[in-house]
C-alpha cells in the first residue's frame, strides 16, 4: 500500500483509499472498518504531538548529535529529508571538530 500511495499522489482521499485498497487485492471491507474508526487516532496523535515538540517537520528527520566532554550538554543538527551520503559525513564532522 505504501508503494501504491506514493506512486498515486494524487489520489488520497477518502474514496480513492478504498479503491487503491480493491486494486491491491485487499480486504476493503476490513480496510473501510479500519479508516472510518478513531482506534488508531490517540496514537496518531502523540506522533504528532512528539515531532511537534523537536520540530520533526518532514519525513525522514534524522538529529545528530555529540555530548560535551562530561555530557551534561548536546550539540547538535537537524536534516530534513533524505540525504545523501555526503550531507550526513559534512554534518557529521563538523560536529567532531567542534568537539576539539
Same mark, same amino acid.
Given at each position: 500500500?505504501?508503494?501504491?500511495?506514493?506512486?498515486?499522489?494524487?489520489?488520497?482521499?477518502?474514496?480513492?483509499?478504498?479503491?487503491?485498497?480493491?486494486?491491491?487485492?485487499?480486504?476493503?471491507?476490513?480496510?473501510?472498518?479500519? =479508516?472510518?474508526?478513531?482506534?488508531?487516532?490517540?496514537?496518531?496523535?502523540?506522533?504528532?504531538?512528539?515531532?511537534?515538540?523537536?520540530?520533526?517537520?518532514?519525513?525522514?528527520?534524522?538529529?545528530?548529535?555529540?555530548?560535551?566532554?562530561?555530557?551534561?550538554?548536546?550539540?547538535?543538527?537537524?536534516?530534513?529529508?533524505?540525504?545523501?551520503?555526503?550531507?550526513?559525513?559534512?554534518?557529521?564532522?563538523? =560536529? =567532531?571538530?567542534?568537539?576539539?
Amino acid at each position: 500500500m505504501h508503494d501504491h500511495l506514493f506512486a498515486n499522489q494524487r489520489e488520497l482521499a477518502r474514496p480513492d483509499l478504498s479503491k487503491h485498497a480493491q486494486t491491491l487485492g485487499l480486504d476493503v471491507a476490513a480496510f473501510d472498518k479500519c =479508516l472510518d474508526t478513531d482506534k488508531s487516532a490517540p496514537r496518531i496523535r502523540k506522533d504528532l504531538a512528539e515531532a511537534a515538540k523537536v520540530q520533526a517537520t518532514g519525513t525522514p528527520t534524522f538529529f545528530l548529535g555529540v555530548t560535551d566532554s562530561n555530557g551534561s550538554e548536546i550539540k547538535g543538527t537537524k536534516m530534513i529529508g533524505a540525504q545523501p551520503y555526503e550531507s550526513f559525513k559534512t554534518a557529521i564532522e563538523r =560536529l =567532531l571538530t567542534s568537539q576539539k
